[in-house]
């Protein structure tokens, strides 16, 4: 007698697979959460990936008439979600060969230990990285005085050190996170994939994204000697404007 989890496993092994391939993008977003690039293409690869789990399972259950019936029906309902509706519309948008487009804000500041303590808030443009934002922070010191005092140059033994903080979101949800609204819609295909699962009788459970707290990576802090660097260049570069 066939194991139900084995026959499950077996029946939705494309659609299994794909669901742990958006896993992996969300992953690569996080770790490329101050490359805006990178963090841009891996966010488009999880909105395709995501919409394909679902077209997946729809094929993969083909032969299984009321379950196909079943599936659609609650499919159809998950698509009312505003998330959900929202990030399906960006990925057409992606497809159409159109670049997604994304906001950011964050913050120049410093940081001792964890979270920042002091800093300026500001947009970030979403087509430049984090380092940007803090280069420009730094050309204005530069020409007058680092006023916040949030430039650390040397190594002092207080572990502070100068960072910028970094918050990604989309045009519809301008107050969450877009990690936040990825495992939002991940969680939401997975949990229909898991009750197709359990219709074919397995015993799944429903499973969580893997991925860090977004206070883990929203962070990313620079070496003292860069930052000393980078400051005596640009003091170079405004004097000679000078002269």
Known sequence: MSCPN???????????????????????????????????WALSSFLRSTKEVSQIISMEIQ??????????????????DPIISYLVKQ?????HQKMLETASKGTVGFTRGKGIKLGIGQDINPNYDSKEAILNYISYAAKDVDFFGILYTEEDGGGEYTCVQREWRLS???D???TTLCAH??????????????????????PKLDIRPIEEVELEIYNPAWIKEQL????????????
């Open 91 to 95: 990925r057409d948008v992606v497809v």
């Open 185 to 206: 819609a991940w969680e939401s295909v997975a949990k229909l994939l898991i009750d197709v699962a359990k219709q074919l009788g397995a015993d799944f459970f429903y």
């Open 176 to 178: 969450t996170e877009i």
């Open 63 to 80: 032969q299984h008439k009321d379950l196909n019936l079943w599936y659609k029906k609650e499919n159809k309902e998950r698509h009312k």
């Open 232 to 243: 005596e260049s640009a003091k170079k570069y405004h004097a000679a404007q000078n002269t």
């Open 6 to 40: 084995s026959v499950a496993v077996k029946t939705l092994n494309s659609s299994l697979d794909r669901l742990n391939e958006a896993q992996w993008y969300v992953q690569l977003m996080q770790e490329h959460y101050h490359c805006a690039e990178k963090f841009r």
């Open 172 to 174: 519809n949800f301008p």
